[in-house]
Structures are given as structure tokens and as C-alpha cells.
């Protein structure tokens, strides 16, 4: 409990990838907030349909709501609404008491939506206000067609949490999108102090795919000078990544064009690092925490991640500024054994999005 704790004075604040009516009736999510410093709480169709599958609590409202003639959609988003609205009032004091900085939680849009620019502009509004709490994200891909759909959110001042995000250059996309919304809404005269924004990248399935073609495609196929270097990259390309994409943060939110904007009360837009627990046997459980410490950002860890921190994580100060010439050097070493990272995260995007949908239509099916 300690280093959680002590996470938030090295500046980066520790939310719960995880949400269920469960975990809010039985008291569990007020105790993380209040005994173990819990900032906020994300929640994908994912985590949904399992909560669904798995809680006998939605049972009787579920019951309820279909005799009122709903469909399923509408069963799932009556539930998921009052979910995030419970968890968002749960949360209310950190945001108070963090000025809007913390105490948000996170519900996506319809993942059928992540190639339609206008339906999920549409889909987000829509959502945000029938949460009705300015503690609420709305979840976004970082698709090419939902960036513009983030931009244009922002700037019409809904919270926005830019998700299924893995590129560098993604990421710079996404951060030209946050500061054009805010340059937009400072010259028509409208406010920017309530206004959130993170830009998640997900980490260990880049560890996953670019490990796969290292065994199986690559190292096989080198001579045995370059396969020691192949080897050196093992495991090496998601954390490179993070600490890329948080150089380049540190290069936006400085200097007199983010100043003005912070003069009228414009937040940074944090990194947030998602898809952090391990998912390859042999690697350390808390590298995706131990590894991304850093002022400003936020790491979304799942149940699993934050005991084993708490039980055997190691503890250092902005080990995000460490390492970053060896995280292009690692970058470089990828391109020279022939991983392509753009065709690496462009894949990754398709299968996010085909998981996400996946899981969705399960939670329909669930709800049934």
C-alpha cells in the first residue's frame, strides 16, 4: 500500500482497470480510494461483459429494464450508465480535491464505431451527457478516424480518454489533436480549466506480437552475428515505446504555445499506460509499472498488477527519464533485424478493435 502511495508523490497516479456493480456495492472500490490512494477507474466492453457474465448482482435489473421493452443494447447501456455514474460519485472526492486532475472514470463508445468519425462525435455527446458527472471519460480510439472524432469532443468540452492508442506517431497525432481543440475553444471565448484529456498507450501486446515475430520469423532466419542482437530486443519494444511517446510529451506541453494555453487554466493531456499487466511468462509481473514512473502520467493496472506491486515492486523515482537513448537505440535495432513497429502497431489496432467488438457482442450475449 506504501509504494502506491508513494507513486502519487513521484508524481504519476495509479487507476483500476476494472469495474463492476460488485466492486462497488461490497465497499471494495471506496476501500482502494481511501486506504490504498486509487485516482480513477477505466472500463472497456471487456471488462463489462465479464462483470455481466460473471455478477448475479445485474440479475434483477435486468429483469426490470426488459420489462420495460428494451433491447439489449439499451439493457447493457442502462447498466454500464449507472455503473460509471456510481463509480464517478465514488470518486467525486479525489476529483474535488485534485482540482479535475484525478477521480475520473473511463466508458468507451460502441467499438462498431471506431472507423466513423461523426458516429462516435455523436455516440460520445451522447453518452457524456447521459452520465451527466464532469468526472467521466469517453473512451476513443486512436484510429484515423477517431482522432478528429477526439478533437472535435474536446473542443465541444467532453472529457476524453484516446484509447487503443500503440504508434509513436499515433500518439503525436493524438496529442496535435488535444491542443488544436484547446486553441479552438480559446478563440471562440469558451473556457478550458474543466476539460481532461489521456492519451492511453497500450503496452504488453506490443511485447507480445514484436516477441512472436523475434522467435518465429526473425531470429531463425539471421545469421548468427544478428540473432545475438534480436535476442537483446526481447521484450525491449513496449517500454522503449513508452518512454518515446513521453519525450515527445515533455517537448508539446512546454514552451510559449502551451503557455498561453495554460495561463487560461488548459490541463496537460497525461500519458496513460495501459495494458499493463505481463502477458509473457518469464518477464517480471510489475515491469510495466516499475519501468514507466514519471511525473504526469497515470498507469491503469488490473487487480492482479497492483498486488503483486504492492507485494514485490520495486520502487524508484522517474525511472521514465532514464534509458531514453538505449529506447531508440532498441527502436533502431528493430528496424536493422527487419520488425516493421508501423505494421507492428497498425495490426494491433485491428486486433483491438476486433477484441473489443468481440467482447461486446459476447456482452449482448451475456445480457441475454
Known amino acids: 500500500m506504501e509504494k502506491l502511495i508513494k507513486l502519487l508523490e513521484y508524481g504519476q497516479s495509479y487507476w483500476l482497470d476494472n469495474l463492476s456493480r460488485e466492486i462497488i456495492q461490497n465497499g471494495e472500490l471506496k476501500r482502494r480510494i481511501e486506504e490504498e490512494g486509487l485516482r480513477g477507474v477505466t472500463s472497456n466492453p471487456s471488462i463489462f461483459q465479464k462483470a455481466l457474465a460473471n455478477g448475479k448482482v445485474y440479475s434483477e435489473e435486468i429483469k426490470k429494464i426488459l420489462g420495460d421493452g428494451k433491447s439489449q443494447e439499451e439493457v447493457y447501456e442502462t447498466i454500464a450508465i ?3 455514474q456510481d463509480a464517478c460519485d465514488l470518486m467525486r472526492p479525489v476529483y474535488d480535491e485534485s482540482g479535475g486532475i484525478d477521480g475520473y472514470v473511463s466508458l468507451e463508445v460502441s467499438p462498431y464505431l471506431s472507423r466513423y468519425t461523426e458516429g462516435s462525435v455523436k455516440e460520445g455527446k451522447r453518452l457524456f451527457e447521459a452520465i451527466d458527472r464532469p468526472n467521466c471519460l469517453i473512451k476513443i480510439p486512436a484510429t484515423k478516424e477517431g482522432i478528429p472524432a477526439v478533437e472535435e469532443l474536446l473542443f465541444q468540452g467532453i472529457n476524453v480518454n484516446v484509447t487503443l492508442l500503440f504508434d509513436v506517431d499515433d500518439y503525436v497525432s493524438v496529442t496535435n489533436a488535444y491542443i488544436h ?3 479552438r475553444r480559446l478563440n471562440e471565448g469558451l473556457p478550458l480549466d474543466h476539460i481532461a ?18 522467435h518465429e520469423e526473425i531470429i531463425p532466419s539471421l545469421d548468427d552475428s544478428k540473432q545475438i542482437l534480436a535476442e537483446n530486443l526481447l521484450g525491449e519494444s513496449a517500454i522503449a515505446s513508452a518512454k518515446l511517446a513521453y519525450s515527445h510529451y515533455k517537448q508539446f506541453f512546454r514552451g510559449k504555445k ?3 494555453l495554460a495561463k487560461k487554466g488548459a490541463q496537460v493531456q497525461r ?5 499493463t499487466g505481463n502477458k509473457i511468462q518469464g518477464y517480471r509481473d510489475t515491469r510495466y509499472v516499475e519501468g514507466l514512473i514519471g511525473a504526469n502520467t497515470v498507469n491503469t493496472m488490473p487487480e492482479k498488477t497492483i498486488e503483486a506491486f504492492k507485494n514485490h515492486g520495486k520502487l524508484k523515482k522517474d525511472t521514465l ?3 531514453l537513448d538505449e529506447a531508440m537505440n532498441v527502436m533502431l535495432g528493430l528496424k536493422q ?3 516493421d513497429m508501423k505494421q507492428i502497431t497498425q ?3 485491428e486486433e483491438g478493435i476486433k477484441g473489443f467488438t468481440k467482447a461486446y457482442d459476447q456482452l449482448l450475449d451475456a445480457v441475454k
Open 82 to 84: 449507472k455503473d460509471i
Open 181 to 183: 481543440a484547446m486553441e
Open 197 to 214: 484529456s489521456v492519451a492511453s498507450l497500450f503496452l504488453s501486446r506490443i511485447d507480445v506480437l514484436v516477441d512472436k515475430k523475434l
Open 258 to 260: 502551451w503557455e498561453v
Open 271 to 275: 500519458l496513460l499506460w495501459a495494458s
Open 321 to 323: 527519464e532514464k534509458g
Open 337 to 339: 533485424v527487419g520488425i
Open 347 to 349: 495490426q494491433l489496432e
